[in-house]
């Protein structure tokens, strides 16, 4: 899509973009993220990578997984995180992208 093709858009499409940036905007939801751009992670070295206790981590994917930013899956008693798909990886490159660029 390129931006001749974008016009304006309806209130229930700027709604959902609101919440995908919002869910965005806590520093520990991005550590998250950024943990996740590598691939699949287990929930205990998530909460091992951030320094977080498992709940405060826990509580931040509900919210993450309720946006469809990340998503997961039970192997057994572990539970396994991962980006939702190849969009939010994308979003997250270009928001650090922006950031780093002078």
Known sequence: MDKSEISSVDEQTAEQIASLFESLSDPTRVRILSALV???????????????????ISHQLRGLRDKRVV????????????????????????????????
Do not use: Y
Not at 39 to 54: P, Q
Not at 79 to 87: G, R
């Open 71 to 102: 998503r997961s899956r039970k192997q057994g008693r572990q539970v396994f995180i991962s980006l939702d798909d190849e969009h939010i990886f994308e979003l997250f490159q270009r928001g650090l992208d922006h950031v780093h660029h002078e």
């Open 38 to 56: 590598t691939g699949e992670v287990n929930v205990g070295d998530l909460v091992r990578a951030i320094g977080l206790s498992k709940s405060a």
